[in-house]
C-alpha cells in the first residue's frame, strides 16, 4: 500500500492525495508510475542537457540510498523543447524503460511494456501506453501524454 498521488491537470503538477487532511493510500502501481516517470532523474556527465538547462537536476533522496546507481525518475526532462523525430521517441521509450528497470529488480512488476507513439494531430505530443504486470498476474494500464516540444506532461487515464 502506497501513499496515494494525485495528478492536477490544471497546473500539471503532481501532490499527495487528502481527505478531511489524512492522507489517502492507494494499493494500485500508480503512485509508482508517477513517480517513476515524472521525478527529473539525474543526469549522467555525457548527457546532453537541455539548451535551456545548466545543471543536472535528480532527486536529493538518492543520496540516501545504499545502493550504488540507484536514482529515482525519468530522463524526459532531457527531451524538453526536443523536435518530434523517431530518434526523440525512441530516446523517450528508452527512458521510461530505465524508470520502471527497479519495479522489476524489486519484484514490484513481473513485466513493464511500454509504448511511444506520436499523437496525431497534435503537434509534439508524444502518446505513452504503459502496462504493468503484478507477479500475481494483473495487469493495470497507464496513459500519458508528453509535450514534449512545450515541456509538459499530460496524464489522461489510469
Known amino acids: 500500500m502506497d501513499m496515494a498521488l494525485l495528478y492536477k ?3 500539471l503538477t503532481i501532490d499527495a492525495a487528502l481527505k478531511r487532511g489524512l492522507l489517502l493510500t492507494d494499493d494500485t502501481l500508480a503512485t ?3 513517480i517513476s516517470l ?3 532523474k539525474l543526469a ?3 548527457d546532453e542537457l537541455p539548451a535551456t538547462e545548466d545543471w543536472r537536476r535528480g532527486w536529493w533522496g538518492d543520496c540516501l540510498t545504499n545502493k550504488p546507481g540507484d536514482k529515482i525518475g525519468s530522463h524526459f526532462w532531457l527531451l524538453l523543447r526536443c523536435k ?3 530518434v526523440t521517441r525512441l530516446r523517450a521509450l528508452q527512458y521510461a524503460r530505465e524508470a ?3 519495479m522489476l529488480e524489486d519484484g514490484v512488476a513481473k513485466a513493464v511494456d511500454v509504448e511511444a507513439a506520436w499523437m496525431e494531430p497534435a503537434t509534439g505530443v508524444l502518446a505513452l501506453g504503459i502496462v504493468c504486470t503484478r507477479p500475481d498476474g494483473s495487469a493495470e494500464r497507464y496513459y500519458f501524454g508528453l509535450n514534449i516540444e512545450k515541456g509538459g506532461a499530460v496524464y489522461y487515464a489510469v
Do not use: K
Open 32 to 34: 509508482a508510475v508517477l
Open 100 to 102: 520502471f528497470a527497479w
Open 44 to 46: 549522467g556527465p555525457d
Open 38 to 40: 515524472f521525478t527529473d
Open 9 to 11: 491537470a490544471d497546473s
Open 84 to 86: 518530434q523525430t523517431e
